[in-house]
């Protein structure tokens, strides 16, 4: 009998580790769940926002990728570690129960919400394809609405676009947002390109803490230059349809709220009734859930010991880990389904990269601090690498080239229409308990 073995999550963990095991264990059923037919290079999302690259170029086709493995378009709503079986959301709303012999869990992280009023009624989040294009029409739209008012104070709300959160996705998000409305601002009729401005809150003492103080106030320099004002040590206390409050007291009218303050592992891992940290599956070095060899995990929703830093630390939920992860991943699955003993996961971190847009950027490859033009070959470099496919490498390079040569051309495509909140988008409240999904799988047809 084939070995059955389902994947939940199609991002370059889940993909990785299913490409990887199409070779090593070519006989088996191995089935991944993924609502789209893509994995998403999140990085990139920034700049889908501003216009700079189409959402296309953000992703890699999965059906181009894979070739033996079966694609259930859905996503894993639950599971019952005991009976061994998963329960799928389809992406037409019918629910589907697979079966396993083994299972990888990669879901990935969502946008963490916290508990401020209006926050999840009125705070877009940048953790999705949907989001990151909604976002850039959204503030688009801001802009012809404001020239077309004759309010003043109207005008001032609708140019004010309030980021919430410094870390790389914050930062990078109003950066390349910024110069997206600077070039785009000066070509509407009725807009005065000096009523734009961005804020960048952070409840932190500085921005992108993990790149050192000097990194992080070549940052702070870059943004500040542009006109962005940056609020540390402030974090947001409410938020309603016109305005924000901040924990200084003062009250910004905007209605344009980015909410990038952290992400947090996929529900789906506190529905298991298995160990957590912070929201992340507890796993051995090896990626397996202690008794329960069966099952691994991996990605931002695990907590996998990082054995190079030693002592309690655990892997960071970055790209460069999860990629890492899924071959290490694969072998251990077919060393389990063989009877032969798995290998641990260890890694030495490349360091990070952050895209301020244009010539500028800072980047800490191997612990050297870069900045500017420099830094921005590193990082561009370092995406185009990290995309592992020539197709979508073509896609992207070629999108920076025109960029370059044309400028910005983005153009509103008319998605304002009030959708765009993280919660329905990003589909928190959707997932099922073990109770449930047994429940679930004996309903099922």
């Known amino acids: 009998m084939r070995s059955r073995i389902v994947i939940v999550g199609g991002g370059f963990a889940g993909a990785g580790v299913a490409r990887r095991l199409e070779r090593l264990v070519p006989d088996a059923d191995v089935r991944l769940v993924c609502p789209d037919d893509h994995s998403l290079y999140l990085p990139l999302l920034p700049q889908v926002a501003a216009g700079v690259l189409p959402a296309r170029a953000a992703t890699v086709s999965l059906s181009r990728r894979l070739r033996r493995t079966r694609l259930v378009p859905g996503r894993a709503v639950g599971v019952d570690p005991a009976a061994r079986c998963v329960v799928v959301e389809t992406i037409d709303g019918r ?19 916290v508990d401020i009023p209006g926050l999840r009624e009125y705070g877009r989040g940048m953790k999705t394809l949907a989001e990151a294009v909604l976002l850039g029409d959204h503030v688009l739209g801001q802009l012809e609405l404001a020239a077309a008012t004759t309010d003043p104070v109207e005008r001032e709300r609708r140019c004010r676009f309030v980021v919430v959160g410094g870390g790389y996705a914050g930062v990078e998000t109003a950066a390349n947002l910024q110069l997206m409305t600077a070039s785009v601002a000066g070509r509407i009729r009725g807009l005065d390109p000096a009523l734009v401005r961005w804020h960048v809150v952070q ?62 592992p996929s529900p789906l891992m506190g529905h298991l009734d298995l ?74 971190d490349l360091g990070l990269v952050v895209d301020l847009g244009g010539t500028d950027a800072v980047a800490k490859p191997l612990g050297i601090g870069l900045a500017g033009l420099p830094a921005q070959v590193v990082t561009r470099g370092y995406h185009l690498w990290a995309l592992r496919a020539p197709g979508a490498m073509a896609r ?50």
Do not use: F
């Not at 500040?224 to 940056?230: E, F, L, S, T």
């Open 95 to 113: 629910r589907e129960v697979l079966g396993y012999d083994r299972l990888v869990l990669a879901p990935g992280s969502v946008t963490k919400v």
């Open 203 to 264: 409840h932190a003492a500085e921005l992108m803490p993990g790149l050192g103080t000097r990194l992080s106030e070549d940052t702070r320099r870059v943004l500040v230059g542009r006109g962005i004002r940056v609020d540390l040590g402030t974090g947001l206390t409410a938020v309603d349809d016109t305005s924000v409050t901040l924990s200084d007291g003062r009250r910004l009218e905007t209605a344009t709220v980015v909410w990038t303050a952290g992400v947090a």
């Open 275 to 348: 160990p957590t940290n912070h929201g992340a599956l507890v796993v051995g070095a090896d990626l397996a859930v202690p008794g329960r060899p069966e099952i691994t995990a991996l990605g931002d929703a695990a907590s996998v010991p990082d054995l190079v830093t030693g002592g309690d630390a655990t892997c960071p939920p970055t790209a460069q880990h999860a990629t890492r992860q899924a071959p290490v991943a694969a072998a251990n699955v077919a060393a389990s389904l063989a009877g032969r003993p798995t290998t641990p996961y260890r890694h030495h």
């Open 396 to 445: 992207v390079a070629t999108n920076w080239a025109l960029h370059g040569v044309g400028g910005s051309s983005s153009v509103r495509l008319g998605l304002t229409s009030g959708a765009g909140g993280l919660v329905e988008l990003e589909h928190l409240d959707d997932y099922l308990s073990p109770e449930q999904s047994r429940a679930a799988a004996g309903a099922a047809p």
